[in-house]
């Protein structure tokens, strides 16, 4: 059976090199932000972020301190800079 299909528009290698440049630039004045001092220990980090600080791993971040840690979308997830620091200085 042949069925219609719609060709895609195919983008070129320099279109999709500026998109890709314009994400990157989006991102990095993201992370440039910088919020009031009263504000940064509100702020959400990544896990990962959080095993480098705490030198807890995520596995056991998510075992032990599952009431700190905030689902940010179905894959991601993050815990208050606060958090973190508290459990870094944990003895």
Do not use: C, F, Y
């Not at 990157?24 to 959400?44: G, N, Q, S, T, W």
């Not at 030198?55 to 009431?67: A, G, N, T």
Request: without cysteine; positive net charge; proline residues 5%.
């Amino acid at each position: 059976m042949n069925k219609l299909v719609n060709p895609a528009k195919k983008k070129s290698d320099a279109e999709r090199e500026r998109e890709r440049a314009e994400k990157a630039r989006l991102r990095a004045e993201r992370a440039k932000a910088v919020l009031p001092v009263e504000l940064e220990p509100e702020r959400i980090i990544p896990l990962s972020d959080v095993e480098a600080i705490t030198s807890l791993s995520i596995d056991s971040l998510e075992r032990h301190h599952q009431d700190k840690i905030i689902r940010l979308t179905k894959r991601r997830r993050g815990m208050r800079l606060k958090h973190a620091l508290a459990l870094s200085q944990a003895p």
